[in-house]
């Protein structure tokens, strides 16, 4: 199994810039790539970015494109997103996630962490 811990969340103001950490333990191994996703009350589950564990090939959804950049240490296990020019819509709690396979769902979740960003 693989276990994942996000970190990193809080409160920022608008304009402000917050980096989440998410730690991989277990068998780290089978993750091909990780993502983040994120939940704003009363909306549903939406895509952030993702990247390959070892390797690259950052992808973005279009709501961060431009302001987050997503990036990975190997030798810590550990996945960051990088979120810079907050806004209140980006205020949700977020999850990173890892799959076993190039494509299809994600397999492993953490907990989730919140990020409120104020007006």
């Known amino acids: 199994q693989v276990q994942l811990v996000e970190s990193g969340g809080g409160l920022v103001q608008a304009g402000g810039s917050l980096r989440l950490s998410c730690a991989a333990s277990g068998r780290t191994f089978s993750i091909v790539r990780v993502g983040w996703f994120r939940q704003a009350p009363g909306k549903e589950r939406e895509f952030v970015a993702s990247?390959?564990?070892?390797?690259?090939?950052?992808y973005y959804a279009d709501s961060g494109k431009g302001r987050f950049t997503i990036s990975r240490d190997n030798v810590k296990n550990t996945v960051y997103l990088q979120m810079n020019s907050l806004k209140a819509v980006d205020t949700a709690v977020y999850y990173c996630a890892g799959r076993r396979d190039t494509s299809g769902e994600y397999n492993y979740w953490g907990q989730g962490t919140q990020v409120t960003v104020s007006s």
């Open positions: 990247i390959n564990w070892r390797g690259d090939t950052p």
